[in-house]
């Protein structure tokens, strides 16, 4: 379980999360959607220990933790068979074993022998995306932190990047909190969609199982996000009942 308890930030210029709570159970795919600079970001670093709360707790009980950045942010000197074996190098398994690892997740994500002794420059940026997917999946984390990992792909690259990492939750049953600012990708993705409100982020909406691509799961999320309160009350009404 990772639980934010009470979890207040502070910045030089304010608080950008206050009285925050949420609890990510195993097995779920929560995405938090939000408007750009609402904290989404911060939340992801306070998960994985990069910042601490100003107040409150952050209480990540998972037992390892992977996060994918929104660039792939890859060696770019080493092919990408190497790039996800060096991920295990912490993990004390040896070279050999490493590289099987990571050629199988490789293999799954579609590239072929060829793809995988490339290094990143010589990829595409979808194949570069799979690449920093593959870095985190393989030391098979209890736990995956992903901000924002598609923004900057075309649309039809982020729908197999999408289902890509459906499955891999599913097959797994490992956690993910997914950030991300689009609403389609937040219903098409989610378990539990969580929608934030501008800074200091706040929940304004809390939606489990929906079913995907539904339009009107879309028009509930993209409701909260306009963060209005009269407008949501009359959009969400329906969703309550
Ligand atoms: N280390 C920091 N020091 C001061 N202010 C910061 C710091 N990190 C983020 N901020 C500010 O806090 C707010 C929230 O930032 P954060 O990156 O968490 O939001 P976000 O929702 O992820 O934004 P985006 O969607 O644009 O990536 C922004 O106003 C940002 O400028």
């Excluded at 197999?160 to 990492?165: E, F, I, N, R, Y």
């Excluded at 934030?196 to 706040?202: C, G, Q, T």
Aim: glycine residues 8%; aromatic residues 6%; contains cysteine.
């Amino acid at each position: 379980m990772l639980r934010f308890e009470d979890v207040t930030l502070r910045y030089d210029d304010g608080p950008v999360l206050a009285g925050f709570d949420l609890a990510v159970a195993p097995g779920e795919l929560v995405v938090l959607l939000g408007p750009s600079g609402c904290g989404k970001t911060s939340l992801l670093r306070l998960a994985c220990g990069l910042a601490a709360p100003s107040s409150g707790r952050v209480v990540n009980g998972f037992g390892r933790t992977a996060v994918v950045f929104q660039e792939p942010r890859l060696l770019p000197w080493w092919p990408a068979l190497d790039n996800v074996a060096f991920a295990l190098a912490a993990q004390g398994v040896t070279r050999a074993t490493a590289r099987h690892r990571a050629r199988a997740l490789l293999d799954r994500f579609g590239f072929t022998d060829a793809d995988t002794r490339k290094r990143p420059a010589a990829l595409s940026g979808g194949m570069q995306s799979r690449v920093a997917i593959a870095r985190a999946l393989v030391v098979r984390p209890d736990l995956v932190l992903m901000d924002e990992p598609f923004a900057a792909l075309d649309v039809g690259l982020r729908r197999d990047l999408q289902d890509l990492v459906r499955a891999a939750v599913t097959e797994t049953g490992l956690a993910a909190l997914f950030v991300t600012h689009d609403v389609t990708e937040a219903v098409r993705l989610a378990d539990r969609l969580v929608v934030l409100s501008a800074r200091p982020a706040r929940i304004v909406h809390d939606e489990r199982n929906q079913p995907r691509d539904e339009p009107a799961a879309m028009f509930r999320a993209a409701a909260a996000l306009l963060d209005r309160p009269v407008v949501r009350a009359a959009l969400l009404a329906p969703a309550a009942g």
